[in-house]
């Protein structure tokens, strides 16, 4: 995460990118792909709730 906070020079302005995160792990929390998805998907909306430049892992408060 903080590499992705580095600001870099976009045509003479400063530019910086934030990211949120949702990380869900496969056979572990899904058998299939779309579960697995879901999963991901409710994590990265924990992280976006949490403010910028987070991440949450699926399962994990």
């Given amino acids: 995460m903080a590499a992705m906070a580095l600001a ?3 045509l003479g302005q400063p530019c910086s990118v934030s990211a949120s ?3 869900a792990w496969c056979p572990h ?3 299939t792909a779309q579960v697995l998805a879901t999963h991901a998907d409710a994590a990265l909306y924990g992280a976006k709730h949490a403010g910028k430049n987070q991440y949450r892992v699926a399962g994990v408060p």
């Fill in 8 to 10: 870099f020079d976009v």
């Fill in 29 to 31: 929390q899904a058998a």
């Fill in 21 to 23: 995160i949702g990380i």
